[in-house]
């Protein structure tokens, strides 16, 4: 009865994101009619919502006094430069959640029966690059300091760029790359942003289109296909990697960063798990165990493929190189 | 994370109930390929399911060969007669769950901002007397021995009645109980072909329509209200217990489901949390502690109240008298 309610968490959750509740406790508001009063709600709602986080973990009550969790005062309060609420937008979209509503029938079929999320100028990759960016922009660095090359210039290539953060960090660690990030036109409009934030802007070009059709160009050091791979069906990767093979300068690397299963595919649980949001929001995607990841890097014309894992729950990066 | 993805479990569990997973596997189809062929779906579909299952604890898998969990063992294997998966068409009803979806709206107003279920006919309440009642015939079978009495001529009036189970757990308990159920006209067929299944059709009247509306007769000996007051504000249910005071016999009683949280609203965690599912899903409704309970049924001429619980997850059960 729990997991076929599950779905209430997400929404609760979502919902008093969008209602900042926890930023408004954060702030000192932390009865029910304090909060309703910021957030230009009901009080009753807001009591209800509140004491259903409260069962689930994200807040305290303490006769009638709400508090935030530790995770939650530090992760959705928006007055935090740590706040990551905005990831809801985008891990429980209205329409990627609509995707999972037959399941069955992905099942069925082996593949998403939804509207794919790998079809062109999809704008869900424009919510993804803005919502995502607190989280993946964590993820991006721990990935840097692996990959970046202070001192000696690097050219390096984003695929699928997103927020365009992999690359940003990169251009951040080493002040002598220069980074071309490739995505759908209105995706690179958020990295641009973003690379103009960080101050990197001058080292940053774009290369609008689809990262299966476009022209990389040639000699880039370092090609970064981060969260990319899982999406299509293993001959698509292959071919795929041997395209980025001809963009490569000799000794240059690709770096891979995934949601990687163990070959008995059930653990570690969150990158196995990943494997469910490719069958329903995707025609052939998976997450691909390290096995699976050589074999189309092998075929590709990279030999040398390594692993590394930055922390139990960190993201997995996998090295290649020809 | 986990939590603004918490939806993914509701949908797989759905899914795979849908397609008789559990069911297959309990009967010797244990690999992806042999529970695919039963299943009509996908080999690469259902191992995906069955492995985010195995992660989620509903599945073991050891070499690629899937097991149930003991839990899955016992309620979700179609062939036993403890099988419940049915209640995942009501408790993850795609049109239920919809009602969830602008919760930060649903806090704002203070009630449900989609199709409320308390109008009038609401299919919905079908579903539910079809979906639920293998669960709560559980329930009403943990309530009967508390409420009937064998051996004593019993006239019983069960309010909303719904698949019939509570009336019906009474009219087994007793020989010489006779039963009125109220409900919706298309809901009631379904107590009345429950009613035939126990053998005590003959001792089962309907009364087709609104509890609010309908006449209930006089005369009862107990009137059964089980799940119905959550559904709507106080003062709605003060004037509905009166007129259920109305027709009760001399010495009879009123005996009330409900969820009742502690007066802090956040334990026991299922009663809490229960509030959230009135939030969304009806326009004032509200899980109720016994203070406020026994304010109603006060005020409605009912002042000796006690409550019941069946157990530390078991149903509480509210025993009113004039």
Redo the contacts between chains.
Sequence with gaps: ?D??????????????I??DVFTHIAAGAVTASAIAER???????????C??L???G?LG?EDGRYSCSPTAAVFLDKRLPSYIGS??NF??N?RL?KS?????G??????TVATSTVSPNDPVWVEFARSMAP?LGMVAGVMAPIVATPGRAQKVLDVAAGHGLFGLSVAKANPSATVYGTDWVDVLKVAVENATALGVADRYHTIPGSAFDVEFGTGYDLVLVPNFLHHFDPATCETFLSTVGRALAPGGRVVTVEFV?DE????P?HA??F??????TTPAG?AYTFAELESMFRRAGFPRNRLRVAGPAGPQVLISQR
Excluded: H, W
Excluded at 264 to 267: A, Q, S
């Design positions: 009865m997991a076929l309610c599950a779905f209430q968490l997400t929404e609760a959750l979502k919902g008093a969008e209602l957030a230009n709600a009901s009080e009753r709602g807001v009591r209800i919502l004491d259903y409260t069962i689930r994200f009550k990831i809801a891990l429980a209205d959640i999972y509503r037959n399941l069955a992905a099942a069925r079929k082996g593949g989280f299963p008995g595919r059930v653990t649980p196995a798990m494997s469910l949001v490719m069958l329903c998976d």
